[in-house]
């Protein structure tokens, strides 16, 4: 089984998680990790190596995280660059992380590319456009 762990910039990972529990349920082996103010880099790695540790990677690691280029990304670079099993996909969403741990309970042994092509792919797809023009047409 692979773990998630869901990295931000505030609450934001606990919001999530809370919320995507609200629609699948209780998500197993996923963590939310939080970058506060007043933190560095330094206590975010502590902090994303504490959730290491009591998470089943056996099957891998998957970051999902805010922004491209902050805190949470560069912390988790520093932890994917020593394991080929681990990955990041930034643009956390609702919809890629509903959609990852209903793929982490199906378990199956998805390899760690593919799963984050499919995050990146659901959390495109998770945006959509509505107008009133289009009902009005």
């Known amino acids: 089984m692979f773990a998630i762990i869901v990295g931000t910039h505030g609450r934001l990972a606990e919001e999530l998680l809370s919320s995507v529990e609200m629609i699948f349920g209780e998500v ?6 939080t970058f ?3 933190e560095g880099p330094a ?3 502590a902090k994303y190596e ?3 540790e009591k998470l089943d990677t056996s099957g891998g690691v998957l970051f999902l995280v805010d922004i491209f280029g902050g805190t949470p990304y560069n912390a988790a670079c ?3 660059i020593n394991n080929e ?3 990041i996909v ?3 969403s609702m919809p ?3 959609d990852m741990a209903n793929t982490q309970a199906m378990d199956e042994g998805t390899d760690i590319r593919t799963l984050m092509e499919k995050a990146a792919s659901v959390g495109q797809k998770g945006i959509r456009l509505f107008h009133a023009s289009a009902v009005n047409s």
């Open 85 to 87: 099993q681990y990955g």
């Open 43 to 45: 206590d975010i790695t």
């Open 50 to 52: 504490a959730v290491l």
């Open 28 to 33: 197993q082996n996923t963590a939310a990790v």
């Open 90 to 92: 930034t643009g956390v």
């Open 36 to 38: 506060l103010p007043g």
């Open 96 to 98: 890629m992380l509903v």
């Open 78 to 80: 520093r932890i994917v």
